[in-house]
């Protein structure tokens, strides 16, 4: 099961609005990415971090890895009905270079025009 | 580049019967991971694979369930026999496994119903 706290668990937002997700957790991190899930498809990788503090973006999304590397943030501006889909923070443990990762419970985010 | 290839894409089977889901990786990716997808449980890792051998299957749920890697570009995750708590959507993924930061590459799953 996941180990990791994440939230909100949905939003309802209208197009042209901010979003802003956090992931939690009790154990130490070194990578924290953040994927996006569409309907019938795979994770797609959005954003990956690799140390405390940074804060990195891809276009309209922003994520931070937190200083405590107990947790990451994702703000996504401007919201576009494409922005619809589920987006899942990942963490992978400091000793594991495997690239096995834990996985929050993901965040739905719903845009209405 | 193509990405990872999962085939079927969708499995409905009667309870009791053999499955069988296959997984092409990335071409060059070392490591290769099979997930499994639920409502309830969220993302659970099965098993994962470093250049063709599993490091880790602590995550396969019972020994109805196995997995092999023959090649570097091939690998399988059987169910036999299948019951109906094993309806999920089964994720491949490969990455650069052994390079530190490497994030994963998912496939679009295969959605398996067992009736």
């Known amino acids: 099961g996941q180990q990791l706290n994440q939230s909100p668990q949905s939003m309802f937002i209208q197009e042209g609005e901010d979003v802003s997700m956090n992931c939690t957790s009790s154990s130490i991190f070194n990578t924290w990415l953040w994927y996006k899930q569409e309907p019938g498809e795979g994770p797609v990788l959005l954003i990956a971090?690799?140390?405390?503090?940074e804060l990195t973006s891809n276009g309209r999304l922003t994520a931070q890895f937190g200083i405590t590397r107990k947790d990451s943030f994702l703000n996504i501006s401007a919201s576009i009905p494409s922005d619809v889909g589920i987006y899942f923070c990942?963490?992978?443990?400091?000793?594991?270079?495997?690239?096995?990762?834990?996985f929050g419970a993901g965040t739905q985010v719903v845009v209405t025009p | 580049d193509a990405g990872v290839i999962q085939s079927p894409r969708h499995e409905v089977t009667e309870m009791g019967q053999e499955v069988t889901l296959r997984c092409k990786p990335i071409s060059g990716h070392n490591s290769l991971f099979w997930y499994r997808q639920t409502m309830m449980r969220g993302l659970e890792l099965l098993i994962y694979f470093n250049n063709n051998v599993p490091i880790d299957d602590s995550g396969m749920p019972e020994d109805r369930f196995s997995a092999k890697m023959p090649n570097a570009s091939f690998s399988t995750l059987k169910i036999q026999p299948s019951e109906p708590r094993d309806s999920a959507v089964y994720f491949c993924a490969s990455s650069l496994g052994g390079q530190g930061n490497s994030p994963l590459h998912f496939g679009n799953g295969t959605r398996l119903t067992v009736t």
């Open positions: 971090l690799y140390k405390a503090g």
């Open positions: 990942a963490g992978q443990l400091t000793t594991d270079s495997w690239g096995k990762l834990q």
